[in-house]
């Protein structure tokens, strides 16, 4: 009995420590990337008994190292600047070692290997910021669409989406009459863009997105933008107002009417009675009067 409770627990250790005997194996490794801030995640959270080292390389490339990712005790490792090539694609290998100031007779630690990242075609798109401006006329709407920064840098200036995919970069405009549902969409090869074909001194809502149509169709569009409106020139009393307003006002209306009609009629017929009351009392003219000299 002893010796099956013992077979039983070496194959328990061996499972989770991996078939070296060692250190356990990173598992769920993921890549988060956004306008190319690129990080590597795993599980578990390592105990103080061995730590983690990330190794990357790209297809056919040397394996490589980042300095902030050795022997370390964190769960992520951000690779933004160390993956320069951003037309390439990279794996990465999470080795499961001893801590910073442990050694080990092992010769090879145990590792995972992560799924294929390719910076230019996987990164997502954050939401861009955008000014609307309409014209005097209010026959045309302008967008100024700014560019999101990036988490790259070229000779110490921060490169936006715009430096790195160029003309490439694209952005849709969906856009609806304010309280409508239905929509349209527009797509401009600039940050500055115009519609011209909008009802005149009508409010319009606008939301904006990177739009890049040489990827594949689930990485296409970035992230939308939040909602602006225009002002409405002459707006319908409906839309300014809500429904119980509208009534109470007619209400007030129609009531001060009322009093009014109400007062009007009281005062014409007191002054009926005034008047016949002041006939009913005159006294009768004396024909003697007349005969007088």
């Known amino acids: 009995m002893s010796r099956t409770l013992a077979a039983l627990s070496f194959v328990f250790f061996l499972s989770t420590h991996g078939a070296s005997g060692s250190y356990p194996r990173a598992q769920n490794v993921t890549w988060t990337s956004t306008n190319f801030k ?3 995640s795993w599980e578990p959270k390592p105990s103080a008994d061995y730590s983690y080292t990330v190794e990357f390389s790209r297809a056919g490339g040397d394996k490589q190292r980042n300095l ?6 964190f769960t992520t490792c951000d690779l933004s600047t160390s993956l320069t090539d951003l037309n390439a694609c990279y794996t990465a290998d999470i080795l499961s070692e001893p801590p910073k100031l442990g050694t ?3 010769i090879e630690f145990p590792h995972t290997t992560s799924s294929q990242f390719c910076p230019y075609t996987d990164t997502d798109i ?3 910021d955008f000014k609307l401006k309409v014209s005097e006329d209010k026959k045309k709407t302008t967008l100024y669409v700014t560019d999101p920064l990036t988490a790259l ?3 110490g200036q921060q490169l936006n989406i715009r430096d790195i995919f160029s003309d490439q970069l ?3 405009v969906t856009y609806r009459k304010n309280q409508s549902t239905g929509k349209k969409v527009y797509t401009s090869k600039t940050s500055e863009i115009e519609l011209s074909d909008l009802d005149q001194g009508e409010s319009y809502c606008f939301s904006v997105q990177a739009y890049i ?4 169709v689930d990485k296409q569009l970035g992230e939308m933008s939040q909602p602006q409106c225009s002002n409405n020139d002459n707006p319908s009393i409906f839309k300014v107002y809500s429904i119980g307003v509208i009534a109470c006002a007619i209400f007030l209306i129609l009531l001060l009417i009322g009093i009014i009609i109400a007062v009007t009629v009281v005062c014409c017929k007191r002054r009926k009675k005034t008047l016949k009351n002041e006939k ?8 003697h009067w007349h005969n007088i000299p």
């Open 104 to 106: 080990s007779d092992m």
């Open 38 to 40: 690129t990080i590597l």
């Open 126 to 128: 954050s939401k861009p």
């Open 213 to 216: 149509p040489s990827r594949s």
């Open 153 to 155: 840098f070229k000779d």
């Open 280 to 287: 009913d009392g005159m006294p009768l003219e004396d024909p």
């Open 170 to 172: 694209q952005y849709r």
């Open 68 to 73: 902030h990712c050795i022997r370390s005790s």
